[in-house]
């Protein structure tokens, strides 16, 4: 007699053998969409090696890779962003009118947990984060919640040609007085003193800018940007950075030209041409330069200052900041690539590249008398004197327009400071 323990037994055998076989279900699918402004065929290297190293990390993911130049980026952001089939994973430009709009249109996720998740606060100081953050209704930057986290560090100062410096008896000034003097001594040789070109606008904001800073004292340009209280634009530095520009312009110490000049091409070829013998632009510029040239031909040094300040008060700070869409499907698988692209891994990378992480290089890596050196002690000399300034298309988006009415003659420099000022107030 079958014991009812034993008949129980056999129900449930023939019960899971009457239960049909479930096929094995393979790990979904997942497309991780990223937007970044890696345009350049130096940088596609190191971000393929990143993907790679990220897509065998995460089996059945596969990153679809879309790159813009950063003006195209900025443009189109808002609409994709929008979009559920937009970029989980995006480059976002600071200030109130790009992070800040998309901010306010509740675009962007707020990063906080994840940057206490994967310790982002300790990459870089707080000071630079702060660029990367904003209030809740997007109005002000400087503050609030993370929205972004940056891999590479920028400083836009002056790139030079070594041999044409010993050609003309020229060493790198320490004065504003100094580097004038050298403007015209390379004039008169008959080079190009400083390589510009200004088809897209957004290069005259570094080039007028860093003119500006090197007038300014760094509250004023920092309360300008962050929207404190009591910012103008119409102070003394931005009248005497407006004549002073044009009267480089009106004295032949720019590209000839320059309006019509575009600067990822043009403009990298007459400097590496070694037509011109200075660049005043970023140092993401390196990577280019050193395919053309090499690492010791040109070196990098900041632009004096114009009021005497010890530590040269120069724009900079970090690159676009990698953000993730408020609607992504996939936020934490997101802040896993963020997490890789701004780590120890890229920083690597980056550097072996030529360019400066935002995450400190160790010295003893250094060759000096490089132009990586250069870059990274020009970064370290700003970084560690509070003197790292700001793009002023942050927080004024026709910064570019009203700097291509100066430099086109269009407008005086009074009445380019009041344009920028008017500007300024009809901000929301």
Same mark, same amino acid.
């Given at each position: ?59 059945? =993911?596969?990153? &679809? ?28 430009? &600071? ?103 200004? =088809? ?39 009248? &005497? ?162 700097? &291509? ?11 380019? =400071? ?11």
């Amino acid at each position: 007699m079958i014991a009812k323990r034993q008949l129980l037994m056999l129900f449930v055998v023939f019960a899971l053998l009457a239960i049909p076989l479930m096929p094995t279900v393979a790990q979904d699918e997942v497309t991780l969409v990223v937007w970044d402004n890696y345009v350049r065929d130096a940088e596609q290297e190191m971000i393929e090696t990143l993907h790679a190293q990220f897509e065998e990390a995460h089996p059945g =993911v596969t990153i &679809q890779r879309e790159s813009y130049e950063t003006g195209d980026l900025t443009t189109l952001l808002p609409r994709a962003l929008s979009d559920e089939g937009g970029p989980d994973v995006a480059m976002i430009n &600071q200030g109130v009118a790009n992070m800040g709009a998309l901010v306010a249109a509740n675009l962007l996720l707020p990063l906080n947990t994840y940057a206490d998740q994967y310790d982002w606060w300790s990459r870089y100081g707080m000071g630079l984060h702060a660029r990367n953050s904003a209030v809740a209704d997007g109005s002000q930057i400087g503050s609030g919640d993370l929205y972004g986290v940056s891999n590479i560090a920028e400083v836009v100062a002056i790139f030079y040609h070594k041999d044409i410096f010993n050609e003309l008896g020229l060493s790198v000034p320490t004065t504003f007085e100094e580097f004038e003097a050298a403007l015209t001594t390379i004039k008169d040789a008959g080079y190009v003193p400083i390589t510009f070109g200004n =088809v897209e606008a957004w290069p005259g904001i570094h080039t007028y800018g860093a003119i500006l800073h090197s007038y300014s004292m760094p509250q004023q340009i920092d309360d300008l940007i962050f929207g404190n209280e009591g910012a103008t634009f119409d102070f003394d530095g931005a009248h &005497q950075s407006a004549a002073k520009f044009q009267e480089w312009i009106d004295a032949g110490f720019f590209s000839p030209g320059f309006e019509g000049m575009d600067n990822d091409v043009a403009a990298l070829g007459e400097f590496t041409n070694k037509e011109s013998a200075m660049w005043l632009a970023g140092s993401w510029n390196s990577g280019p330069i050193i395919d053309a040239l090499g690492e010791e031909e040109v070196g990098f040094f900041l632009l004096p200052s114009a009021i005497g300040a010890e530590t040269p008060y120069t724009i900079g700070g970090v690159g676009l900041g990698y953000g993730i869409r408020a609607t992504s499907a996939n936020p934490d698988l997101a802040a896993e690539y963020i997490d890789l692209m701004t780590g120890s891994d890229a920083a690597a990378l980056l550097f072996e590249n030529d360019y400066m992480p935002a995450v400190a290089v160790d010295p003893s890596l250094l060759t000096e008398g490089t132009l990586t050196a250069d870059l990274i002690n020009a970064w370290n000399t700003i970084s560690s004197g509070n003197a790292v300034g700001h793009y002023l298309d942050w927080t004024m988006p026709d910064a570019g327009a009203r700097i &291509q009415e100066l430099a086109g003659g269009v407008v005086t420099p009074d009445e380019f =400071v009041a344009n920028m000022e008017a500007d300024y107030e009809a901000l929301p």
